[in-house]
């Protein structure tokens, strides 16, 4: 299994953007899907972007489709997120997680209005 290290959260008004990065080790990343999930507090953990092992196939959520961007470097082995015309709702801890089922430790995301 890989292991994966997000950064880039931190705090910002409604409309800025954000772009959290999620750093993989190991060598099998370039043929793992990857995913991006959020967790508000006190709510339930959400998908909310993926992308294929190429790059050439990506997914989002209704909530988040239009405003974020899903991304891959295989050969930095990261795969990014690109939030625009955030809102308030977007505040959640932000998680990766690769297709061989690991998961990041997450970078928290707060969205002030």
């Known amino acids: 299994q890989v292991q994966l290290e997000e950064s880039g959260g931190g705090l910002v008004q409604a409309g800025g953007s954000l772009r959290l990065s999620c750093a993989a080790s190991?060598?099998?990343?370039?043929?793992?899907?990857m995913l991006w999930f959020r967790q508000a507090p006190g709510k339930e953990r959400e998908y909310v972007a993926g992308i294929d092992w190429s790059g050439g196939s990506t997914l989002y959520s209704e909530s988040v489709k239009g405003r974020f961007i899903i991304s891959r470097d295989n050969l930095k082995n990261t795969v990014y997120l690109q939030m625009n015309d955030l809102k308030p709702e977007d505040t959640a801890t932000y998680y990766c997680?690769?297709?061989?089922?690991?998961w990041g430790q997450g970078t928290r995301v707060t969205v002030s209005s």
């Open positions: 997680k690769s297709s061989d089922g690991s």
């Open positions: 190991g060598s099998t990343f370039s043929s793992n899907d």
